[in-house]
DNA sequence: TTGTGTTTTACGACCTCC
DNA sequence: GGAGGTCGTAAAACACAA
């Protein structure tokens, strides 16, 4: 069937049947799972509407041409006017209401895979800032770490001039590596990163990323 | 062949816009 | 008020592993 005889051009520019063919589907499991049907069924017979043995009109699945046809009409105009629903439904061979009914849930299909590859997205971007954070804290240990050794060495210095009296400071030095156990505001225990148990950080880390600290604790239970 | 999970078609309820 | 939208859901159609 022609594309310009069955949209007409003001629904279809031809440059999008150029583009797109037949071929640019969304999954081949779908397209394999129609050619199984046609080949069970002998063959669409071009009209959504078939009735069963006791003429009620059961739920029929469209033919490939129909769906195709239909999925190229999405693809150019998600929305659906009364005028394109008509012509199309009389292209063929359907129900308006069919095809009204077709493009609400193709529309729904494309929100739920859009907000999937959204979530994907957001995801790895929350991995990415999970890692961030830990080699952050990783540095936070080691500076601090260094800050401790540079205070006993000063105060092994102050001891050796017989500066006794030097301790103004309530000896307060060894709180300067509590950061492992007691920091209100650290995300560390027991110098491990605590991880969500969805992390997964692995995809986004580098082979000179330095991980010496950033184990989950998930990672030993 | 059958049980089960997934996809597709269809519908009703409710909302928005003209 | 009617047309068409989303959302949630039922059920048929289908694929596939056991």
Redesign the pocket.
């Known amino acids: 069937m022609d594309n310009q005889q069955l949209f007409g051009s003001s629904y279809v520019d031809t440059s999008f049947f150029a583009a797109n063919g037949t071929a640019q589907r969304e999954s081949q499991?779908?397209a394999?799972?129609?050619?199984?049907?046609a080949a069970?069924?002998g063959g669409g017979d071009g009209n959504?509407?078939e009735m069963?043995e006791g003429g009620d009109?059961?739920?029929?699945?469209?033919t490939d041409e129909q769906?195709e046809m239909l999925e190229l009409s999405f693809r150019e105009e998600r929305?659906?006017?009364?005028g394109r629903?008509v012509y199309l439904a009389a292209e063929l061979g359907l129900d308006p209401?069919?095809v009204?009914?077709?493009?609400?849930?193709r529309?729904?299909?494309h929100?739920s895979k859009t907000l999937e590859q959204e979530f994907a997205r957001l995801k790895h971007a929350h991995d990415a800032d999970i890692l961030h954070k830990c080699h952050l804290e990783n540095e936070l240990l080691r500076l601090k770490e260094k800050l401790r050794a540079t205070e006993e060495e000063v105060q092994r210095l102050r001891s050796a001039a017989g500066c006794h009296g030097a301790s103004a400071d309530g000896g307060d030095s060894a709180g300067a590596v509590s950061v492992c156990g007691g920091s209100p505001g650290s995300f560390f225990s027991t110098g491990t990163c605590q991880q969500h148990p969805g992390f997964s950080g692995a995809d986004v880390l580098r082979p000179d990323d330095d991980l010496m600290m950033c184990v989950p604790e998930w990672f030993f239970a």
């Open positions: 499991p779908k394999r799972r129609r050619r199984r049907r069970r069924c959504g509407g069963d009109p059961k739920k029929r699945r469209l769906a929305k659906l006017e009364t629903k209401k069919q009204a009914v077709w493009f609400q849930n529309r729904a299909r929100k």
